[in-house]
């Protein structure tokens, strides 16, 4: 597993996200913008992914874009993310964008060692998901939602039930008890991935 370490590595505060080559060109941007919006006492640790589609999907499932199938990795790859996570003084986070927003939904039903999860624009058109959230308990404090004003409108007939699978997801969680935040960002799903991420890991970290 590489990582890629970003803010104050002293700090209690541990920000956890998957990502992939293009996250990484922007996580310093990320980085910048969260310090701008929270302050910077947070230590990010960025986890590049190797094979997207496999590692962070919780069971198999047939493309729904393009031919690559999705996997069931992501019980693999929550194993390795929990096995960096052992300092006891130490307030772990998880998030990330698209899929990984996903994931880390999905990590925060196997788990109660994340405080908060800050999924951006997460891809909970997956098939099953929302049907497997009304059967669980999230174990998770606190819960930021977001999603493109645009992202239900395309035309690949899983990917456009993106807005009524996130309003879904919102309301299993906040009937659940648990602080939960839904914003509506502008724009599609690839626009502003920087500023998304920072402003749902900004909203964890202010959350009591």
């Given amino acids: 597993m590489n990582c890629f370490d970003f803010g104050n590595e002293k700090s209690s505060n541990v920000l956890i996200q998957p990502v992939d080559e ?27 992914i190797g094979n997207w589609n496999a590692d962070l999907s919780p069971w198999c499932s047939p493309a729904v874009f393009g031919k690559e199938d999705f996997g069931n990795g992501a019980t693999d790859t929550l194993e390795e993310i929990t096995g960096i996570c052992t300092d006891p003084s130490k307030t772990y986070y998880l998030g990330g964008y698209s899929l990984a927003g996903l994931f ?70 906040k009937d659940q008890g648990i602080r939960c935040s839904l914003e509506w960002n502008e724009g599609n799903h690839f626009k502003d991935v920087d500023i998304r991420c920072a402003r749902a890991f900004s909203w964890i970290l202010g959350t009591p």
């Avoid at 293009?22 to 302050?39: C, M, N, R």
């Fill in 22 to 48: 293009h996250d990484l060109k922007l996580i310093e941007s990320e980085v910048k913008i969260i310090q701008e919006l929270a302050g910077d006492d947070f230590h990010l640790v960025a986890i590049k």
């Fill in 104 to 173: 880390s939904l999905w990590a925060a039903y196997q788990t109660d060692l994340f405080s908060g999860v800050a999924a951006a624009s997460p891809s909970v058109w997956f098939p099953g998901f929302t049907d497997y959230i009304k059967d669980h308990r999230i174990r998770t404090g606190a819960v930021y939602l977001s999603l493109g004003d645009r992202e239900e409108k395309t035309k690949n007939p899983v990917m456009r039930t993106v807005g009524d699978c996130i309003r879904q997801t919102y309301e299993s969680i």
